[in-house]
């Protein structure tokens, strides 16, 4: 190949590269902050905080902004209450063991953003962090068939995927318990393929939701109790693909 041919395939490679990326806009991830959201926080707005959970909300949010990266999403903050503008240009809203109400306005906003085609990935865990008297999240899920039960009594340490849709090859994942989800097609089970934690549901209208009952893989904790090597970043590549497809 001479290597005036070389350069003009070269350059050619590198207009439609620079094209398709000037028409590929990030999609938008919205962090609901504005419900005492337990461990998630924006690491630039936490004067009077312990170091130690200003070192771990940074670690998780560097964690979290190279999975958003590796689907072509940016990370943003909801601290407020969630109203329809809110929502008017947001991909995927991420809610994480909050631990206070959500108002009935916002309970509307949050279903008609989903029934519009919007995604929703969401946590809750074992009632130590909240209980479902202190977060309607209930509310938020009840119209789609899916709901969170009572606390787990399983005890097996470790968890698994179940591959398909979500992700593609079965993935070690943290999990110790964390609560009941009755309704939507499961995905995550402990170790022995028991007590599914994880699920997710597609709806008519393009709409995407996946609702969790331990929290520990979406925080990236890759270590728990002398385990190791849990999968949390190939997983939430996984969520956060599917949702964003």
């Known amino acids: 190949m001479s290597c005036k041919y070389f350069a003009v395939v070269l350059l050619t490679f590198l ?24 461990f998630w926080n924006d690491p630039s707005d936490m004067r009077g905080y312990d170091q130690n959970m200003i070192n771990r909300v940074k670690y998780m949010t560097d964690q979290f ?50 029934n519009n085609g919007g ?25 789609f068939e899916i709901q969170f039960g009572e606390q787990n009594s399983d005890t097996t340490l470790g968890g698994v995927t179940k591959a398909g849709f979500i992700t593609e090859k079965s993935l070690k994942i943290t999990y110790y ?36 009952g331990d929290g520990m893989t979406s925080l990236y904790m890759t270590s728990w109790k002398g385990v190791n090597n849990f999968q949390c970043a190939e997983f939430m590549h996984d969520v956060f693909k599917w949702l964003l497809l």
Not at 25 to 36: A, Q, W
Not at 126 to 134: A, C, I, R, V
Not at 186 to 198: D, E, I, L, R, W
């Open 15 to 38: 207009f439609f590269t620079n094209a398709f990326s000037q028409t590929s806009p990030k999609k938008k991830i919205y962090m609901d902050l504005s419900h005492g959201e337990r």
């Open 65 to 114: 902004q190279k999975t958003a990266s590796s689907v072509n999403a940016e990370l943003l903050y909801l601290k407020d209450k969630i109203k329809p503008e809110n929502l008017s240009d947001c991909d995927l809203l991420f809610i994480h063991i909050p631990s206070s109400k959500y108002t009935p306005n916002e309970v509307k906003a949050i279903d008609d953003y989903l």
């Open 119 to 143: 995604s929703l990935f969401l946590v809750m865990d074992e009632d130590y962090w909240s209980t479902l008297k202190d977060a309607n999240v209930n509310d938020i899920i009840k119209t």
């Open 177 to 212: 318990g964390g609560r009941i989800i009755k309704g939507g097609t499961p995905f995550c089970f402990n170790k022995n393929g028991q007590y599914p934690f994880g699920v997710y549901e597609s709806l008519k209208n393009g709409g995407k939701i996946i609702v969790m």
